[in-house]
């Protein structure tokens, strides 16, 4: 799924090439992926992008007065055709889910899609982005001046969630997933099962850092970076998310997993429990 560091590459990539371009079309070809029809998708068609840009995950494109927002989800992406086919779109069970036609030159523009079956990327189009209420609920953005390390300790003292929940969680800040919370919690030698309000000011101070400089570092890897190499980029910049079985590059232990029902952390034992295994709940569910 991309996360802040790879829908910021994307708004700003998107942003170069569609500020100041203008919508010829707009046509839908996955009906459930538009979450508004009032106004319709053709309402953009003739206005002229003013930019693009990013709240949490979501992308905000802004045209005319009106704002297409999009989720990509897990397996959403856009992809950039300087020469888009030119047959019509048929909605159906393809990847698809929108293609958005510039007037000039008459063939460039992009498609917006989904792999898989398990359909969950969101478009709005709305007047105003906090009319969308997963962008209503965003808390604060990790990369911003606001987010201190007061702010976060202010954020985590009286939290009794563990802290790779509230880390994950949308409505306390903004754009971070499950793989840069393992990422995070990796390079702060912090075991995912701690309960936030447990950690001392010192401990949340380090973890500021540590989130900032992780997120910082992922923004500056993607930056200008074509989009088909984005996702391999991610990838190839994660140290412990998705690497269950190899040894960590810190300490050389090997890279654990715990998995609930439709998602699994990674981490390292030695550089985060103590040396101790976490309980793998689902394999010991099994196990009874
Ligand atoms: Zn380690």
């Known amino acids: 799924m991309p996360e802040l560091p790879e829908v910021e590459a994307l708004a700003a990539f998107l942003d170069g090439?569609?500020?100041?371009?203008?919508?010829?079309?707009?046509?839908?070809?996955?009906?459930?992926?538009?979450?508004?029809?009032?106004?319709?998708?053709?309402?953009?068609e003739g206005l002229t992008f003013d930019g693009v840009g990013r709240r949490g995950k979501f992308l905000d494109m802004r045209i005319g007065e009106l704002h297409l927002v999009m989720h990509l989800s897990r397996a959403g992406w856009i992809r950039w055709k300087d020469e888009l086919p030119t047959q019509p779109v048929r909605p159906g069970k393809g990847p698809l889910a929108l293609r958005l036609r510039l007037t000039e030159p008459e063939s460039a523009g992009f498609d917006v899609t989904e792999a898989g079956t398990q359909k969950r990327l969101a478009i709005w189009l709305v007047s105003d982005p906090e009319d969308v209420p997963g962008v209503a609920r965003l808390g604060i953005e990790p990369l911003s001046p606001e987010f201190?390390?007061?702010?976060?300790?202010?954020?985590?003292?009286?939290?009794?969630?563990?802290?790779?929940?509230?880390?994950?969680?949308?409505?306390?800040?903004?754009?971070?997933?499950?793989?840069?919370?393992?990422e995070i919690l990796h390079a702060a030698k912090m075991s995912p099962f701690k309960i936030a309000a447990k950690l001392t000011p010192a401990e949340v101070t380090d973890l500021h850092a540590i989130a900032v400089g992780t997120l910082t570092e992922a923004v500056e890897r993607s930056r200008g970076l074509p989009l088909t190499e984005l996702k391999s980029e991610k990838k190839s910049g994660l140290r412990v998310h998705g690497r269950k079985g190899e040894p960590c590059p810190v300490c050389g232990d090997t890279i654990r997993e715990v998995s609930f029902s439709d998602s699994a952390l990674q981490y390292c034992p030695t550089c985060q429990t103590g040396g101790k295994p976490l309980a793998d709940r689902r394999l010991s569910r099994l196990l009874k």
């Open 17 to 44: 090439k569609l500020a100041g371009r203008t919508v010829a079309a707009a046509t839908p070809a996955a009906f459930q992926a538009m979450k508004t029809y009032d106004p319709p998708l053709s309402a953009i």
């Open 148 to 182: 201190t390390a007061e702010v976060l300790i202010d954020l985590l003292k009286n939290e009794r969630r563990q802290i790779k929940g509230v880390l994950r969680d949308q409505s306390t800040i903004a754009g971070i997933g499950n793989a840069y919370s393992d």
